[in-house]
Protein backbone atom coordinates (compact mmCIF):
# COMPACT_ATOMS: atom_id res chain seq x y z
CA UNK A 1 0.00 0.00 0.00
CA UNK A 2 0.80 3.38 -1.17
CA UNK A 3 2.37 5.10 2.07
CA UNK A 4 1.17 8.62 3.44
CA UNK A 5 1.92 12.18 3.27
CA UNK A 6 1.24 15.42 3.93
CA UNK A 7 -0.34 17.78 1.53
CA UNK A 8 -0.89 20.90 4.26
CA UNK A 9 -2.91 19.63 7.32
CA UNK A 10 -4.43 16.73 4.99
CA UNK A 11 -2.90 13.41 4.92
CA UNK A 12 -2.65 11.98 1.28
CA UNK A 13 -1.64 9.13 -0.40
CA UNK A 14 2.59 9.95 -1.06
CA UNK A 15 1.69 8.96 -5.07
CA UNK A 16 -0.81 11.86 -4.76
CA UNK A 17 1.06 14.78 -3.32
CA UNK A 18 3.04 16.30 -6.56
CA UNK A 19 -0.33 16.31 -8.42
CA UNK A 20 -2.17 18.26 -6.02
CA UNK A 21 0.92 20.93 -5.42
CA UNK A 22 1.22 21.14 -9.51
CA UNK A 23 -2.71 22.12 -9.07
CA UNK A 24 -2.02 24.64 -6.67
CA UNK A 25 1.04 26.37 -9.03
CA UNK A 26 -0.76 25.66 -12.06
CA UNK A 27 -3.66 27.79 -10.44
CA UNK A 28 -1.60 30.52 -9.23
CA UNK A 29 1.24 30.88 -11.83
CA UNK A 30 -0.02 34.27 -13.61
CA UNK A 31 -0.79 35.54 -10.42
CA UNK A 32 2.12 34.47 -8.49
CA UNK A 33 4.18 37.56 -8.08
CA UNK A 34 2.01 39.90 -7.52
CA UNK A 35 0.27 37.70 -4.58
CA UNK A 36 4.54 37.11 -3.06
CA UNK A 37 4.32 41.08 -3.01
CA UNK A 38 1.00 41.42 -1.29
CA UNK A 39 1.35 38.99 1.50
CA UNK A 40 4.69 39.26 2.15
CA UNK A 41 4.41 42.95 2.05
CA UNK A 42 7.53 42.63 0.06
CA UNK A 43 9.88 41.09 2.16
CA UNK A 44 9.98 37.93 -0.28
CA UNK A 45 12.69 40.58 -2.02
CA UNK A 46 14.56 41.20 0.95
CA UNK A 47 15.16 37.11 1.93
CA UNK A 48 15.78 36.29 -1.77
CA UNK A 49 18.55 39.82 -1.74
CA UNK A 50 19.87 38.65 0.95
CA UNK A 51 20.41 34.89 -0.01
CA UNK A 52 21.97 36.37 -3.49
CA UNK A 53 24.39 39.03 -1.71
CA UNK A 54 25.76 36.06 0.69
CA UNK A 55 26.07 33.35 -1.26
CA UNK A 56 29.76 34.15 -2.33
CA UNK A 57 28.99 33.10 -6.31
CA UNK A 58 31.73 34.01 -8.39
CA UNK A 59 32.24 34.97 -12.02
CA UNK A 60 32.29 32.17 -14.28
CA UNK A 61 30.05 30.10 -11.37
CA UNK A 62 27.54 27.07 -12.35
CA UNK A 63 24.60 27.72 -10.26
CA UNK A 64 21.47 25.37 -10.40
CA UNK A 65 17.99 27.46 -9.18
CA UNK A 66 15.84 24.29 -8.11
CA UNK A 67 11.97 25.14 -8.34
CA UNK A 68 13.05 28.48 -9.46
CA UNK A 69 9.22 29.33 -10.94
CA UNK A 70 9.31 32.57 -11.96
CA UNK A 71 12.92 33.23 -11.35
CA UNK A 72 13.73 35.89 -8.78
CA UNK A 73 17.01 33.89 -7.78
CA UNK A 74 17.96 32.62 -11.03
CA UNK A 75 17.74 36.64 -12.44
CA UNK A 76 20.16 37.37 -9.81
CA UNK A 77 22.78 34.52 -10.16
CA UNK A 78 22.98 35.42 -13.40
CA UNK A 79 23.81 39.26 -12.64
CA UNK A 80 26.27 37.63 -10.51
CA UNK A 81 28.15 35.12 -12.35
CA UNK A 82 28.66 36.61 -15.91
CA UNK A 83 28.61 35.92 -19.56
CA UNK A 84 31.39 33.04 -18.63
CA UNK A 85 29.03 31.30 -15.94
CA UNK A 86 25.75 29.36 -16.48
CA UNK A 87 22.63 29.45 -14.47
CA UNK A 88 20.11 26.91 -15.03
CA UNK A 89 16.22 27.89 -14.34
CA UNK A 90 14.33 25.10 -13.00
CA UNK A 91 11.14 23.64 -11.87
CA UNK A 92 8.61 20.83 -12.35
CA UNK A 93 5.73 23.03 -12.63
CA UNK A 94 5.93 24.06 -16.91
CA UNK A 95 2.85 27.26 -15.89
CA UNK A 96 5.33 28.90 -13.43
CA UNK A 97 8.76 28.12 -15.76
CA UNK A 98 6.61 29.62 -18.05
CA UNK A 99 5.88 32.83 -16.71
CA UNK A 100 9.43 32.66 -15.51
CA UNK A 101 11.35 32.21 -18.78
CA UNK A 102 9.03 34.75 -20.22
CA UNK A 103 9.82 37.30 -17.87
CA UNK A 104 13.52 36.90 -18.12
CA UNK A 105 13.10 37.14 -21.70
CA UNK A 106 11.15 40.52 -21.41
CA UNK A 107 14.07 41.35 -19.15
CA UNK A 108 16.73 40.42 -21.94
CA UNK A 109 18.11 37.21 -19.81
CA UNK A 110 18.08 34.26 -22.10
CA UNK A 111 19.20 31.49 -19.36
CA UNK A 112 18.69 27.61 -20.30
CA UNK A 113 15.09 25.87 -18.50
CA UNK A 114 14.55 23.07 -17.61
CA UNK A 115 11.28 21.32 -16.49
CA UNK A 116 13.14 19.26 -13.57
CA UNK A 117 11.54 17.32 -10.64
CA UNK A 118 13.91 18.13 -8.13
CA UNK A 119 13.77 14.16 -6.77
CA UNK A 120 15.57 13.26 -10.27
CA UNK A 121 17.32 16.17 -11.51
CA UNK A 122 18.74 15.95 -15.27
CA UNK A 123 22.06 16.79 -14.65
CA UNK A 124 25.72 15.26 -14.10
CA UNK A 125 27.44 14.69 -11.00
CA UNK A 126 29.67 17.12 -9.50
CA UNK A 127 29.04 19.95 -11.77
CA UNK A 128 27.20 23.27 -10.00
CA UNK A 129 29.50 25.48 -7.80
CA UNK A 130 26.35 26.48 -5.82
CA UNK A 131 22.54 25.21 -5.83
CA UNK A 132 19.67 26.69 -4.47
CA UNK A 133 16.40 26.17 -3.86
CA UNK A 134 14.00 28.89 -2.58
CA UNK A 135 10.36 28.14 -0.79
CA UNK A 136 10.31 24.89 -3.03
CA UNK A 137 11.70 22.13 -0.33
CA UNK A 138 8.45 22.45 1.49
CA UNK A 139 6.59 21.27 -1.31
CA UNK A 140 8.26 18.39 -2.55
CA UNK A 141 7.28 15.12 -1.67
CA UNK A 142 10.91 13.07 -0.63
CA UNK A 143 12.98 15.89 1.02
CA UNK A 144 15.61 13.42 1.77
CA UNK A 145 15.16 11.90 -2.12
CA UNK A 146 15.86 16.18 -3.18
CA UNK A 147 18.58 17.13 -0.65
CA UNK A 148 20.43 13.86 -1.96
CA UNK A 149 19.92 14.94 -5.67
CA UNK A 150 21.22 18.46 -4.77
CA UNK A 151 24.31 16.85 -2.91
CA UNK A 152 24.80 15.02 -6.23
CA UNK A 153 25.23 17.41 -8.83
CA UNK A 154 27.30 19.88 -6.41
CA UNK A 155 30.97 19.72 -7.15
CA UNK A 156 32.95 19.46 -3.88
CA UNK A 157 33.25 22.55 -2.22
CA UNK A 158 30.02 23.62 -3.46
CA UNK A 159 27.09 24.68 -1.44
CA UNK A 160 23.37 24.39 -0.99
CA UNK A 161 20.87 27.10 -0.36
CA UNK A 162 17.53 26.93 0.91
CA UNK A 163 15.31 29.61 1.75
CA UNK A 164 12.31 28.75 3.55
CA UNK A 165 9.81 29.40 5.62
CA UNK A 166 10.28 28.26 8.97
CA UNK A 167 9.38 28.33 13.13
CA UNK A 168 8.98 31.91 13.59
CA UNK A 169 9.52 33.32 17.01
CA UNK A 170 6.87 31.98 19.20
CA UNK A 171 5.42 35.34 20.77
CA UNK A 172 4.85 36.44 17.18
CA UNK A 173 3.10 33.03 16.52
CA UNK A 174 -0.82 34.31 17.41
CA UNK A 175 -0.56 37.17 15.08
CA UNK A 176 1.16 35.15 12.06
CA UNK A 177 -1.41 32.48 12.74
CA UNK A 178 -4.15 34.79 12.66
CA UNK A 179 -2.61 36.56 9.40
CA UNK A 180 -1.69 33.36 7.75
CA UNK A 181 -5.57 31.48 8.13
CA UNK A 182 -7.25 34.48 8.22
CA UNK A 183 -6.09 37.48 5.81
CA UNK A 184 -4.17 35.00 3.40
CA UNK A 185 -7.39 32.51 1.75
CA UNK A 186 -9.37 35.74 1.36
CA UNK A 187 -6.22 37.61 0.20
CA UNK A 188 -6.02 34.87 -2.03
CA UNK A 189 -9.55 34.96 -2.85
CA UNK A 190 -9.78 38.55 -4.33
CA UNK A 191 -6.60 38.52 -6.07
CA UNK A 192 -6.24 34.83 -7.63
CA UNK A 193 -9.79 33.77 -7.17
CA UNK A 194 -8.57 30.72 -5.11
CA UNK A 195 -8.40 30.93 -1.70
CA UNK A 196 -7.38 27.11 -1.35
CA UNK A 197 -4.35 27.36 -2.77
CA UNK A 198 -2.91 30.38 0.21
CA UNK A 199 -4.89 27.84 2.53
CA UNK A 200 -2.01 25.31 1.20
CA UNK A 201 0.15 27.63 1.61
CA UNK A 202 -0.12 28.46 5.18
CA UNK A 203 -0.59 24.73 6.24
CA UNK A 204 1.78 23.73 4.58
CA UNK A 205 4.33 26.29 5.94
CA UNK A 206 2.84 24.65 9.62
CA UNK A 207 4.31 21.16 8.16
CA UNK A 208 7.26 22.21 7.22
CA UNK A 209 10.83 20.72 9.33
CA UNK A 210 11.40 23.92 11.53
CA UNK A 211 15.10 25.34 11.34
CA UNK A 212 17.25 22.47 13.64
CA UNK A 213 15.22 19.99 11.70
CA UNK A 214 16.20 20.65 8.02
CA UNK A 215 19.71 21.28 9.77
CA UNK A 216 19.49 17.89 10.47
CA UNK A 217 18.12 16.88 6.78
CA UNK A 218 20.90 18.61 5.26
CA UNK A 219 23.34 16.70 7.51
CA UNK A 220 21.74 13.36 6.69
CA UNK A 221 22.13 13.75 3.10
CA UNK A 222 25.58 14.35 3.29
CA UNK A 223 26.09 18.07 3.86
CA UNK A 224 29.17 19.63 5.69
CA UNK A 225 29.07 22.85 8.00
CA UNK A 226 24.98 22.98 7.68
CA UNK A 227 24.23 26.13 9.51
CA UNK A 228 20.91 28.40 9.12
CA UNK A 229 20.52 32.14 9.44
CA UNK A 230 16.73 33.20 10.40
CA UNK A 231 15.38 36.27 8.82
CA UNK A 232 12.13 38.28 9.94
CA UNK A 233 12.07 36.14 13.23
CA UNK A 234 12.05 32.76 11.79
CA UNK A 235 9.40 33.79 9.38
CA UNK A 236 11.99 32.37 7.20
CA UNK A 237 15.27 30.92 7.03
CA UNK A 238 18.15 30.50 5.14
CA UNK A 239 20.15 27.02 5.22
CA UNK A 240 23.42 26.98 4.07
CA UNK A 241 25.63 23.82 3.52
CA UNK A 242 28.63 21.99 1.84
CA UNK A 243 29.64 19.07 -0.20
CA UNK A 244 32.78 18.51 0.70
C1 LIG B 1 6.49 28.92 -3.80
S1 LIG B 1 7.13 28.55 -5.39
C2 LIG B 1 8.76 29.24 -5.31
C3 LIG B 1 9.23 29.86 -6.60
C4 LIG B 1 10.52 30.65 -6.51
N1 LIG B 1 11.62 29.81 -6.11
C5 LIG B 1 10.40 31.82 -5.58
O1 LIG B 1 11.08 31.82 -4.56
O2 LIG B 1 9.63 32.72 -5.86
C6 LIG B 1 7.44 26.83 -5.21
C7 LIG B 1 7.85 26.16 -6.49
O3 LIG B 1 8.28 24.82 -6.19
C8 LIG B 1 8.00 24.05 -7.33
N2 LIG B 1 8.10 22.62 -7.00
C9 LIG B 1 7.28 21.89 -6.22
N3 LIG B 1 7.68 20.61 -6.16
C10 LIG B 1 8.79 20.52 -6.93
C11 LIG B 1 9.67 19.45 -7.28
N4 LIG B 1 9.50 18.22 -6.83
N5 LIG B 1 10.71 19.71 -8.09
C12 LIG B 1 10.91 20.97 -8.58
N6 LIG B 1 10.10 22.02 -8.30
C13 LIG B 1 9.06 21.80 -7.47
C14 LIG B 1 6.61 24.53 -7.72
O4 LIG B 1 6.26 24.14 -9.01
C15 LIG B 1 6.74 26.03 -7.53
O5 LIG B 1 7.10 26.69 -8.70
Same mark, same amino acid.
Given at each position: ?? +????? %????????? +??? +? #??????????? !????????? %? *??????????? $??????????????? *?????????????? %????? #?????????????????? =??? *? =????????????????? $????? #???????????????????????????? +?? =?? @????????????? !??? !??????? #?????????????? !?????????????? @??? =??????? %?????????? *???????????
Amino acid at each position: MD +KTTHF %GFKSVAESE +KAG +K #VAEVFHSVAQK !YDVMNDLMS %G *GLHRIWKHFTL $NTAGVRRGDKVLDIA *GGTGDLARGWAKRV %GKEGE #VWLTDINSSMLTVGRDRL =LDE *G =LMLPVSLADAEKLPFPD $NYFNL #VSVAFGLRNMTHKDAALAEMYRVLKPGG +KL =LV @LEFSKVWKPLSPV !YDF !YSFKALP #VMGKLVANDADSYQ !YLAESIRMHPDQET @LKQ =LMLDAGF %GKVDYHNLSA *GVVALHKGFKF
